[in-house]
């Protein structure tokens, strides 16, 4: 089976940074992708990992740790228009098939 | 617009019917997906084309068919569908099979009464 762990919601402030784990047991990996969905839209790419480490990008940070089954994104001088949620989901195979976690709502306050 | 373009945005459907929604991408990908988005449950994959080809079937019930005439266009036939079955439904795509990113389409908000 498939498992995708994340935390349901997390609130945090205009300005500050956070950082949103995922971790993962699955029956196969080829990578690790990171989306944002805001309410009532489609997911947006943010990130892919493929070998441990951190990718930086912007504001953004993707890391990785395939040994751990464990990846974060980080969000850095958050805006109230990231809230939103991030969804993690692990490309299973490279046929196509991903698997996503439940999604983090993410709430920036004032 | 992100390149993949759903219709309809929103169906609302009975029990009985058959309807069909529609996604095309003008990205120039090779592969195409449906997803299913439920409320409180986490993005679902039904099935994936790979250049026109299904790859993928993920135990998904006879009452959704679908049909992908060219890498551009992917259909998702729908009849006899249960209430249970509202959801969000989302095309994506991909430059490979399995993709580094998914292009989401706006999705089809499906609601069976």
């Known amino acids: 089976g498939q498992n995708i762990d994340q935390p349901t919601e997390m609130t945090a402030t205009e300005g500050a940074i956070v950082q949103i784990n995922c971790t993962y047991q699955?029956?196969?990996?080829?990578?690790l992708f990171w989306y944002q969905q805001h309410a009532g839209e489609a997911p947006t790419f943010l990130s892919y990992n493929v070998l441990d480490g951190l990718e930086e990008k912007g504001r953004f940070s993707s890391f990785l740790s395939r040994s751990k089954g464990y990846s974060y994104l980080l969000l850095k001088e958050l805006q109230m228009k990231d809230s939103a949620s991030y969804l993690c989901?692990?490309?299973?195979?490279?046929?196509?098939?991903?698997?996503f976690g439940d999604g983090t709502t993410l709430t920036v306050k004032p | 617009e992100t390149g993949v373009t759903q219709t309809p945005r929103h169906l609302v459907m009975g029990m009985t019917n058959k309807k069909s929604l529609k996604c095309e991408q003008h990205l120039g990908h090779n592969a195409m997906y449906w997803y299913k988005q439920s409320a409180k449950k986490p993005l679902e994959l039904m099935f994936v084309?790979?250049?026109?080809?299904?790859?993928e079937n993920n135990s998904v019930p006879s009452r959704f068919s679908p049909e992908c005439p060219n890498s551009s266009h992917l259909f998702l036939h729908l009849h006899t569908l249960q209430p249970e079955d509202s959801a969000l439904y989302l095309c994506?795509?991909?430059?490979?099979?399995?993709?580094?990113?998914?292009?989401f389409g706006s999705g089809t908000r499906l609601t069976v009464v």
């Open positions: 989901a692990v490309k299973v195979t490279n046929a196509g098939k991903s698997t």
């Open positions: 084309y790979n250049f026109k080809e299904q790859t």
């Open positions: 994506a795509s991909s430059q490979t099979p399995g993709g580094d990113g998914y292009t």
């Open positions: 699955t029956s196969g990996f080829n990578g």
